[in-house]
Each structure stands twice: as structure tokens, then as C-alpha cells.
């Protein structure tokens, strides 16, 4: 199975402040030949550097985001909202280029979340809903589901 991966889940330091969120759980399936990952930063793909300002979707979600009726911004108000769009094309266009059977997301994120995302307040609070790139993702047809999902059948 061809799986698009969060990076960062796979232990790439792409995360906002340099890091990563290794899920030991999810490298030993891709050890085991279990699935083949695509590893993807959608936003290092937006051209943002890494480290890089924190970001929440303001006003709704990634699909609202898609719609023009939400924004991504950092916590001083920059916006984002475009480059946010742009890493989430290329990833659907490497999704399209490896015919992904699934994308395996790390959730929180305002480009990957995927069922929880910050509530866009930058007050750690986190509501339902899915980052932009996981939108855009779905709207494109492709199965995409959480790490916890996948591997732990929660959300
Ligand atoms: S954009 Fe996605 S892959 Fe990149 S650090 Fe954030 S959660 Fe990980």
C-alpha cells in the first residue's frame, strides 16, 4: 500500500520548531513492508522555512480555508492563508504522481489535521474539523486518515 505520511510522524525534523513527532508505532508498519510512504511537509513544500512561525485556520477550517471563508494565520497576524493553499497542491500532486492509496496525517496541524485542529484562538484549545491540506486531499478523492485512526482506530 502506497501511503502519503506527515514527515514529521516519521521522525523528519519539519515540524514548525524544528522537531518531529516520531511515531515509533507507525515506523515499525513501514519496517515491516506494511506500507510504502510518500513522506511529505506540506508546508517546507510551501517554500516556508523550517523553523517557522506557528500557524492556526482562523474562522473555520481547511475546507472553509479552501472556500475563501477562513485564513491561516501566525499568531502576530501574518497571513499565510496562500502559501498554506500552495504546499497542500503539491502534495496533492504527488499523491496523484505515486497513486496513493491513503494519506496517513498527523492531526492538530493546520495543514495536516486531520478530525482535530487548534481552534484557531492560540489558546491551545483544539476543535473538529481538518487542516488544508488534508481538505484538499478529500476533495480530490483520496482516502485520508489520521495516524491515531490508522493505527489505533481513535481519533
Ligand atoms: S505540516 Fe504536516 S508534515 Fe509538516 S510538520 Fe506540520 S504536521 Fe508535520
Redesign the pocket.
Known amino acids: 500500500m502506497i501511503a502519503i505520511v ?4 516519521l521522525g523528519i525534523n ?3 520548531d524544528g522537531g518531529n ?1 516520531a511515531d515509533k508505532e507507525l515506523i515499525e508498519v513501514v519496517k515491516a513492508g506494511k506500507v510504502v510512504p510518500i513522506p ?5 513544500l510551501s517554500g516556508l522555512p523550517t523553523p517557522r512561525k506557528t500557524c492556526e485556520i482562523v474562522g473555520g477550517d481547511g475546507f472553509d480555508v479552501l472556500n475563501g471563508k477562513a485564513r491561516v494565520l501566525t499568531k502576530d497576524g501574518e497571513d499565510l492563508t496562500e502559501k498554506f493553499v500552495r504546499g497542500a497542491k503539491e502534495v496533492v500532486k504527488i499523491a496523484r504522481l505515486v497513486k496513493a492509496d491513503v494519506a496517513i ?2 492531526n492538530f ?1 493546520p ?2 489535521g486531520c478530525g482535530l485542529i487548534y481552534d484557531g484562538s492560540f489558546s491551545g484549545k483544539r476543535k473538529e474539523g481538518f487542516g488544508v ?1 488534508s481538505a484538499l486531499l478529500m476533495q480530490n478523492g483520496f482516502k485520508v486518515v489520521s495516524v491515531e485512526k490508522y493505527l489505533r482506530n481513535s481519533v
Open positions: 506527515s514527515a514529521c510522524l519539519c515540524r514548525y513527532v511529505i511537509c506540506p508546508e517546507q496525517m498527523r496541524s495543514s495536516c491540506t
